[in-house]
T-cell receptor, first 113, second 110 residues
């Protein structure tokens, strides 16, 4: 089975940097994903990590440590529009051909002026 | 632009009714998924399909079935709706990495 933990809520200030952590336990690891979901909208893909290290994409970066079962999403130069839920998801390698993801319950980020 | 559409944004049904939720994608993706999203529980996988007429159970398949007769269309069926199936239902499609989600159907069962 798989277990994914992330904080329920976080608050940060516009212009600042925030780090959203995610820890996971999985029987066979085949990638970690971050999605953004604004209230009332569908999730949208942010990033993918399968090897250890940092992946940078503009203001957003995602880090993975497979040995620690740990990832974080780093948001720089926060903007009000970054207020959203951030979903951590893991894909398992145990199911041949399986492309489904197991999601954490999400971290609701509120950016304040 | 990838487009995933769902037949309804809001749906109200009575207990015991048969409910069909339709999902259509326009990107020729092999994989399609049905999730439900509940507060505090996140997105949970109900069923997925990796090819026409192929389906596999996800983490919470009880009370649901699916149909995939054409590559672009994936239907979720509630044979006899119950109040604990009141939820937001999200369809997604994808190839290998990224999944593209539809806007969701908020289903209320009374």
């Amino acid at each position: 089975g798989q277990n994914i933990d992330q904080p329920t809520e976080m608050t940060a200030t516009e212009g600042a940097i925030v780090q959203i952590n995610c820890t996971y336990q999985t029987s066979g690891f085949n990638g970690l994903f971050w999605y953004q979901q604004h209230a009332g909208e569908a999730p949208t893909f942010l990033s993918y990590n399968v090897l250890d290290g940092l992946e940078e994409k503009g203001r957003f970066s995602s880090f993975l440590s497979r040995s620690k079962g740990y990832s974080y999403l780093l948001l720089k130069e926060l903007q009000m529009k970054d207020s959203a839920s951030y979903l951590c998801a893991v894909r398992s390698s145990m199911d041949t051909g399986r492309r489904a993801l197991t999601f954490g319950s999400g971290t609701r980020l509120q950016v304040q002026p | 632009d990838v487009k995933v559409t769902q037949s309804s944004r809001y749906l109200v049904k009575r207990t015991g009714e048969k409910v069909f939720l339709e999902c259509v994608q326009d990107m020729d993706h092999e994989n399609m998924f049905w999730y439900r999203q509940d507060p505090g529980l996140g997105l949970r996988l109900i069923y997925f399909s990796y090819d026409v007429k192929m389906k596999e159970k996800g983490d919470i398949p009880e009370g649901y079935s699916v149909s995939r007769e054409k590559k672009e269309r994936f239907s979720l069926i509630l044979e006899s709706a119950s109040t604990n199936q009141t939820s937001m239902y999200l369809c997604a499609s994808g190839l290998d990495l990224e999944q593209y989600f539809g806007p969701g159907t908020r289903l209320t069962v009374t």
